[in-house]
């Protein structure tokens, strides 16, 4: 089964820092990749999907990219709204695989 | 509006049995993919199954031959049955839609609240 390993497992930044999370497919996934937000206690929220493409409704300052195996989020501007776990998933076959996640806390 | 509202978790016992159930608004399971993930408790999400609207039912490695996922069509609701349960299975579970048939909408674009299940002594 394909791995999906997400660096770094948590970081802090400064409001209005550019973060940048990166999650790495064991194999080539072409585009087939989503990236969840999970605030504290809720459940997770689709943030961007084809590893590029932003959900309807998700601020602009959230980006995806990458293709095959490596893949980024980036929030171009760190909000405190932003406070949360951050989540990749493969979804060109089961098993849909999520990575361990990413924390990310405000400085 | 799309909803998704599991109900089923509690404790149960090592090697007991829960089916824990999600009622769908908004749409209609038969026509959609759908599944389950579950978040140990400080832990990440895992996916644990999948139901395509065609019937077929894949199953992560950790549950297969234990948990089964199935649909009442007139009910508009999934079921996951979990048998044999272990301590490991403690989890929130999660309902959750997958946005289309075809591999590029195969992501989640709707999730439940989530249902909690203890497995304990």
């Known amino acids: 089964d394909i791995q999906m390993t997400q660096s770094p497992s948590s970081l802090s930044a400064s409001v209005g820092d550019r973060v940048t999370i990166t999650c790495r497919a064991s194999?080539?996934?072409?585009?087939?990749l989503a990236w969840y937000q999970q605030k504290p206690g809720k459940a997770p929220q689709l943030l961007i999907y084809?590893?590029?493409t932003l959900q309807s409704g998700i601020a602009s300052r959230f980006s995806g990219s990458g293709s095959g195996t490596d893949f980024t989020l980036t929030i171009s501007s760190l909000q405190p709204d932003d406070v949360a776990t951050y989540y990749c998933?493969?979804?060109?076959?089961?098993?849909?695989?999520f990575g361990q996640g990413t924390r990310l806390e405000i400085k | 509006e799309v909803q998704l509202v599991e109900s089923g978790g509690g404790l149960v016992q090592p090697g007991g049995s829960l089916r824990l159930s999600c009622v769908a608004s908004g749409f209609t399971v038969s026509s959609n993919y759908m599944s389950w993930v579950r978040q140990a408790p400080g832990k990440g999400l895992e996916w644990v199954s999948v139901?395509?609207?065609?019937?077929?039912?894949y199953y992560a490695d950790s549950v297969k031959g234990r948990f089964t996922i199935s649909r009442h069509i007139s009910k508009n609701t999934i079921y996951l049955q979990m048998d044999s349960l272990t301590t490991d299975d403690t989890a929130v579970y999660y309902c959750?839609?997958?946005?289309?048939?075809?591999?590029?909408?195969?992501?989640?674009?709707?999730w439940g609240l989530g249902t909690l299940v203890i497995v304990s002594s």
């Open positions: 959750a839609r997958i946005r289309g048939y075809t591999t590029s909408l195969n992501y989640v674009d709707c």
């Open positions: 139901l395509h609207s065609g019937g077929s039912t």
């Open positions: 194999q080539g996934i072409g585009n087939f």
């Open positions: 998933q493969k979804y060109n076959s089961a098993p849909f695989t």
């Open positions: 084809g590893a590029s």
